[in-house]
């Protein structure tokens, strides 16, 4: 797993030179960059500790009993109990179902709105339409909508077609993302040709023809980048889940935030269930930290 | 973009685990909650705080009794956030269980507003079962139209809890008569309080916080919140004056704890011995057993209530009439309601029955947990002294936005005068 | 906004087709956008307008189908009430405490990672560690590091012989605690994204400084900073947008929609949902949620006004 990603990670960019160059600069500039000094690895190290230092505590809270907790000077490595508060918060809080419904609720999100995102993206970028810019330019500007200010109404439409509580009234709301279509714009208009759009057409080829055989190929770094950010978002969103759903059928954060305020018995067993609740972004995160990292600071420059 | 490239491979990989969960969830919905398979149901009950059931075992024996009935529980520790999502799902018309439970200080809320969206369980034949019930119990789940939305499970006598360890290392008496004696009244308590203070081993304090002493003040008198016509008298209301005074007094002397009730500090305080007494109605011996554990055993008793007797709490069940299994739920809460039953949850885990043939059976009910007390007899007396409360619509609501002012005072010094301007703030935003 | 780059410029327009086809493809481009759009007026438009209708209603959740026609008076109402001048007042001090200390970190942290590294990869990766947990996760923890009797924050305090600080109800104490929440998830992140602004500022840049003898505090005053700039307002619109609709941090940091006893760190998004959700006045609640956006509207305008004055060049990113 490892050896592909760096394997991959060598080989060399083949985009359009609008997104090689940022490359080639940084190459160059790289090694006119000055090395580190001893005061800046200690600082550094230390920032990370601090970055790991929360998630480090969850672990040793949930291996302990609740006494330890309590337990002045406080302990500070894990101890036994891992698994027996592990049980006791699957027990308690329903964290497996509510790890099952997460993921159905954030893979069904992130499929769909890569997927309007990009069909948007490219009309965005690529098709001449009346009304395009103005259509664009609004749908940036809902960006600065909270997300507070549809909740009720939104639950009313939620409540009218009988969905409270069941998954979809999560998955279709959250598939509007403003973000991925002026990502996924951004990104097609820059890496994607217009000529090759052109031959393609001189060739005969039909829109959507277009789409499935030029435009996809080309986007899909961008919408792998999308994805894996999309998906996070949707693990960790709170607001809109606690209202539409309940700990009848929780994702992980509702089942998190019942944790928190349900009749649980130790603050151990509390922990335990946010350390379950977070393993699985974490695991993403080993596997997928370097695109992650690298998707981001993409998109940053790209912004 | 090289880097971002790489994840092209991962892309295949996240498209499958997508589709295989989309499958998943197709499955999942058509199976949401109940099997239908033969006759099989599985009920779902929805509840709040400490009902007990699942810790005495009620469930595994009902099941036993009824092969075909699986019951699976939901449960949040406050009862204003499961009160909030119960009434997000009511409006929302999804969601419900085929059980929901309902805090006394709710009850004439839904029976007065929203008996249309809980079945009438004198269609299943409820009638029969009132003379079981206290007629105070009985007759705040009556809508106006007769209509019958719960029926009562526990009722919240209620008498003081201490530790008697820390009681005598402060070289205070611990024989619960003696102290019943000095304790007679509130201020006799709050004396007491400060004669602990003096010599309080380790930091700990008197009570866990003074919204303790506020409840039990206010949960003493027939009319607190409202009058009988039904209207909001609160601020003028002698009883929450005492109440809340009696609070005041007690955070200045630096009798408190300041805990906020509910909160993780104060379930740790259980087990770390933070505070030497907690007024505690019949419900909360379980909580005190399930916080303070296996360490805590022998070192509570339980004594006679400051002042005159008084009901804190208590609940009902109540089904939904979006409920699809209506019949089945009710089989199961006239069975978790019924005399035996409400014996075996005092006797286990404490909670005091509403159902006048259960308040006699355990009339000799001791607890070897809290040294042997006898809590059936201080239950009971308690239980048949307490007064029927008026209760009204937003009972619950003045409730908290006084506790929390309250807890202003005891825990950032707050002036008495300032913080009961900013409960009337709170009630009027509240209420609305 | 900043983010509009302009669309690209004129190409060569394509062969004639047939006109049936040409009025098929002068059709398509909105088959393409409609799923988007169809989505949105659905779930992003029609609640925002509903929103603005039920704020002059009297509507409550218990009893959604009653509406009682209220005028303005769920607004005037929202502007009588002390709490909202409160949750206001907390929603300025809260975005200040969080975003001033977690964008000059990310400032810094940006500056180290820019250093020729061992193990960069790791630092980056574990640095954007925070963002990846969720809220609910980050708080419950946090709420317990900061716990008044048994938390390690005042236990580390004390033992300098400071403590024990009341993290929950003092007013300043409670919002800094809150605050580092914020912090510790999104320094990272900003970091990263200061890290890509910085390595796209040309390297001739910064040879021509030290040509002429420029420090490397100076090189970072007078050619990183500068060439930070666009990204630096990106952030700081993200991150004020953020703040302003802050709610998981405050809502769990003790599990009451209150934020705190005396409203203390009730961020005005928190008081939104108290009046919706916990008191079900879902009426005053949409008047409240308008009055956030026209709020919003009016700082990012502010925002645009400020970055307008400054080369179109700069902005054009």
Redesign the interface.
């Known amino acids: 797993m490892t050896t592909t990603l760096t394997d991959t990670r060598r080989a060399p960019a083949n985009g359009a030179p609008a997104v090689n160059r ?1 490359t080639t ?2 190459r ?3 090694g ?5 000094g001893r005061l ?2 200690a ?2 190290v230390l ?2 500790l ?3 230092f ?2 480090y ?2 672990l040793v ?1 949930a291996s302990r009993s609740n006494a330890d ?6 302990v500070l490595w894990p101890g036994p109990n891992l698994l027996h508060n592990f049980q006791q918060a699957l027990q308690q809080a329903d964290i497996g179902r509510a790890l099952l419904n997460s993921l159905i609720v954030s893979s069904s999100i992130t499929v769909g709105t890569v ?3 990009t ?2 993206g ?4 690529k ?3 009346r009304g ?2 103005a ?3 609004f ?16 639950f ?2 939620i ?1 009218k077609l009988q969905w409270a509580n069941q998954l979809q009234a999560v998955i ?2 959250s ?2 993302s403003a973000f991925g ?2 990502f996924m714009r ?1 990104y097609i ?1 820059q890496s994607l040709p ?1 000529e090759l759009i ?1 031959a393609a ?2 060739d005969g080829a039909s ?2 023809r277009i ?1 499935w055989t030029i435009v996809i190929p080309v986007a899909r770094p961008a919408m792998a980048v999308l994805g894996l950010l999309t998906f ?1 978002t949707a ?2 969103d ?2 809109w889940p606690i ?1 539409a759903l309940s700990s009848q059928e929780p994702t ?2 509702v089942a ?2 019942q ?3 349900g009749y649980v018995q130790d ?1 151990s067993v ?2 335990a269930g ?1 350390l379950l ?2 393993l699985p ?2 695991v ?2 080993g596997l997928l ?2 695109q ?2 690298g998707g ?3 998109g ?2 790209k ?1 | 973009m090289h880097i971002a490239r790489a994840a092209r491979s991962n892309l295949v990989r996240l498209g499958a685990v997508t589709l295989a969960s989309v499958l998943l969830a197709a499955c999942g919905s058509g199976s949401t909650g109940t099997g239908q398979s033969n006759g099989e149901v599985t009920l779902s009950i929805d509840l709040f705080g400490t009902f007990g059931f699942k810790e005495a075992g009620l469930y595994k024996e009902y099941e036993k009794l009824h092969p075909n009935i699986t019951i699976k529980q939901t449960d949040t520790e ?1 009862e ?2 499961y009160w ?1 999502s119960l ?2 799902r ?2 929302g018309g999804g969601g419900l269980a085929d059980i929901q439970g309902v805090e006394i200080g709710r009850i004439t ?1 839904v029976a007065q ?2 008996s249309d969206k809980f079945e009438d369980l004198d269609a299943y034949g409820a009638a029969k079962l009132k003379k079981n019930f206290t007629a105070s119990k009985w007759g705040a789940a009556t809508a106006k139209n007769g209509a019958v939305v719960g029926l009562g499970t526990d009722n919240g006598p209620e008498a003081m809890c201490y530790r008697t360890d820390l009681l005598k290392k402060a070289g205070l008496p611990t024989d619960r008569d003696e102290l019943a004696k000095r304790w007679a009244t509130w201020q006799g308590y709050i004396d007491l309080g400060r004669q602990y203070k003096k010599n309080a081993p380790g930091k700990s304090a008197w009570i866990d916080s003074v919204r303790s002493i506020y409840t039990n003040v206010a949960g003493q008198s027939k009319e607190r919140y409202y009058d009988p016509s039904g209207k909001l008298i609160w601020e003028t209301s002698p009883t929450v004056r005492q109440a809340w005074d009696l609070s005041v007094e007690a955070a200045h002397a630096g009798l408190s704890g300041s805990l ?1 009730q509910w ?3 104060w379930n ?2 259980f087990a ?1 011995g ?1 505070f030497a007494t907690l007024p505690c109605p019949a419900w909360m011996l379980g909580y005190i057993k399930g916080q303070a554990g296996k360490s805590g055993a022998g070192k509570w008793d339980v004594a006679k209530l400051p002042g005159r007797a008084g009901n804190w709490g208590g609940s009902y069940l109540s089904i939904p009439r979006m409920s699809p299994h209506k019949k089945e739920a009710y089989e199961l809460i006239k069975w978790l309601t019924a005399p035996e039953q409400q014996t075996k949850l005092f006797q286990k885990v404490g909670n005091f029955p509403s159902s006048i043939p259960a308040i006699e059976k355990v009339a000799d009910t001791k607890d070897p947990y809290f040294s042997n007390a006898p809590i059936g007899r201080l239950f009971g007396t308690a239980a048949e002294q307490a007064p029927v409360q008026i209760l009204g619509v937003n009972d619950q ?1 003045v409730q908290e936005q006084i506790a ?2 309250l ?2 005072v005891e ?2 010094g ?1 002036s008495s005068s300032a913080a009961w301007g ?1 409960a009337r ?1 709170g009630v009027q ?4 | ?1 900043t ?3 302009p ?2 410029g004129a ?2 327009s ?2 004639a087709p047939a006109p049936a086809r040409r009025a098929l ?2 059709l ?3 088959g ?2 409609a ?3 169809t ?2 007026a ?3 438009l ?3 307008l ?2 603005a209708y ?1 704020s002059f209603y009297k509507v409550e ?4 189908g009653d509406k009682l026609w209220r005028g303005w008076s769920n607004y005037t109402a929202v502007f009588d ?3 909202f001048w409160t949750a206001l007042r907390n929603t300025f001090t809260l975005g200040a405490l969080s975003t001033i200390p977690q964008l000059m970190l990310a400032l ?2 940006a500056h ?6 061992r193990g960069r ?1 790791l ?8 963002y ?7 708080t ?6 900061f ?4 938390g ?1 924050v005042n ?1 580390a305090l004390s033992l300098v012989g400071i403590g024990p600080v ?1 993290w ?3 007013t300043w104490t409670s919002q800094t605690a809150v605050s580092c929440i914020v912090i ?1 998830r999104w320094t ?2 900003n970091a ?2 200061f ?3 910085m ?5 001739d840049l ?2 021509a400084a030290e040509m002429d003898g420029a420090s ?1 505090w100076r090189q970072f005053f007078h050619v990183t900073l500068p060439g930070l700039r666009p ?1 630096i307002v ?1 952030a700081v619109i993200m991150s004020t ?1 953020g703040a ?2 802050l ?2 941090e405050p809502l ?1 940091f ?3 929609a ?1 934020g705190g ?2 409203h203390q760190y009730q961020t005005l ?1 928190l008081y ?2 108290e ?8 009426g ?3 008047a409240i ?2 009055v ?2 026209l709020l ?2 009016l700082l ?1 305008g502010l925002n645009a006004l400020l970055t307008r004055r400054r080369p179109a060049k700069e902005t054009a ?1």
């Open positions: 940022p600069r940084r160059k500039r790289a006119r960059t000055m090395h580190a800046t690895y600082f550094l920032a990370t601090t970055s790991m929360p998630l505590y969850t809270a907790i309590a337990r002045v000077p406080p997927l309007c995102s069909l948007a490219f009309a965005f970028a098709l001449r339409f395009r810019n259509l664009l330019a749908t940036v500007g809902t960006m600065m909508i909270p997300p507070q200010l549809g909740v009720i109404p939104l009313m439409v409540a279709l709301p598939l509007v279509v002026f951004q208009a217009d052109e057409r001189v829109t959507s789409f996070m693990w960790n709170f607001f209202i992980v954060q998190l935030r944790l928190g305020g603050q509390i922990m946010t609740g977070t972004v974490l993403v995160f930290g370097r992650i990292v981001i600071m993409h940053a420059v912004g | 406050q204003q956030n909030k009434q997000t009511l409006a809320s507003l929203q906020d909160s993780p500090s740790q305080a770390a933070s609501d929390k002012a807890f202003e825990r950032k707050t900013n703030k935003n509240a209420i609305g | 906004m983010l509009v780059a669309a690209p190409r060569p394509p062969p493809r002068a398509s481009p909105y393409y956008i799923p988007f759009f989505l949105f659905a779930f992003g029609f609640p925002l509903y929103t039920i959740l218990q009893t959604p009430d002390p709490f810094g942290l180290l990672l820019n250093y020729k590294l990869t630092f980056r990766t574990v640095m954007l560690l925070p990846a947990t969720s809220v609910a996760a980050a419950l923890v946090f709420a317990q590091l716990g008044h009797d048994f390690l236990y009341d929950q109800t003092g510790w990272g992140y990263l994204i890290l890509a602004g390595q796209s500022i040309p390297a910064y040879e490397r990204t990106f947008i302003t609709q709610f998981g769990l003790e599990g009451s209150s006893i005396s998004g939104m949902y009046q919706g959700w916990s008191f079900f006045h879902l005053r609640a949409a949620a308008w956030m956006f919003i509207l990012v990113r």
